[in-house]
């Protein structure tokens, strides 16, 4: 207790794990809301930094509306920003139809943050990358860096309990309308993206 009090007495909001409450880091409610923003805009950011900045200039679709982004931008020329804005909005509005409102302001606004982002940093340096890509090495350096940020990224939004929107969604339509687990049905979904990938930029590339 917080001074005799209960922390929902003392005005503190619990920080929920899984379907556990842990007081052990006490929040106000305006506290724990500035918390999950932050989690929210830094994770997006960190994502976008590494699809604009690695990913897309090293041709690495790993899978997720940010690969297919990434496919229509070396295919058609859509900036990366705005396919993952016109892909993930119409998947957001599925998954509220199909689950409810549980999917929430929070996985919208993940969604938002990271096309916003893309397209800052496209405007800002580019989708040409930091790296020169005459060396071959650079593919490699680019799927860690990228893998780094983005896996940072993503996970820090998640903390927040919000998602960046996409393929997640598809993949849990899959886990619930057919006897495939969600892990397996984000894996297929991934993997359809992937091998597209692979049919555009190459084996090694993908």
Do not use: C
């Not at 496919?71 to 990366?80: C, E, F, R, V, W």
């Not at 780094?148 to 849990?172: E, K, P, Y």
């Amino acid at each position: 207790t917080l001074g005799g009090k209960s922390p929902r007495q003392a005005g503190v909001t619990p920080v929920e794990k899984g379907r556990e409450w842990d007081y052990a880091f006490p929040m106000t409610k305006r506290q724990y809301h500035l918390l999950e923003l932050f989690y929210i805009t830094t994770g997006s950011f960190l994502t976008a930094l590494g699809i604009a900045l690695f990913s897309s200039p090293a041709k690495i679709a790993s899978g997720g509306v940010s690969g297919i982004a990434i496919i229509l931008y070396h295919t058609l020329g859509l900036d990366i920003g705005l396919s993952i804005l016109i892909l993930s909005v119409p998947l957001f509005l599925l998954g509220v139809a199909i689950f409810g409102r549980q999917y929430g302001a929070k996985s919208l606004a993940g969604t938002l943050l990271l096309s916003l982002f893309t397209s800052l940093l496209n405007a800002w340096v580019g989708y040409g990358g930091v790296l020169d890509y005459t060396n071959p090495l650079s593919i490699l350096l680019s799927a860690i860096s990228g893998g780094v940020l983005m896996g940072l990224g993503v996970g820090l939004v998640l903390r927040s309990g919000a998602n960046t929107g996409g393929t997640d969604i598809l993949g849990q339509i899959l886990a619930r309308y057919t006897p495939l687990s969600m892990g397996t049905s984000l894996f297929l979904v991934d993997a359809v993206i992937i091998a597209a990938s692979a049919f555009i930029f190459s084996l090694e590339m993908a």
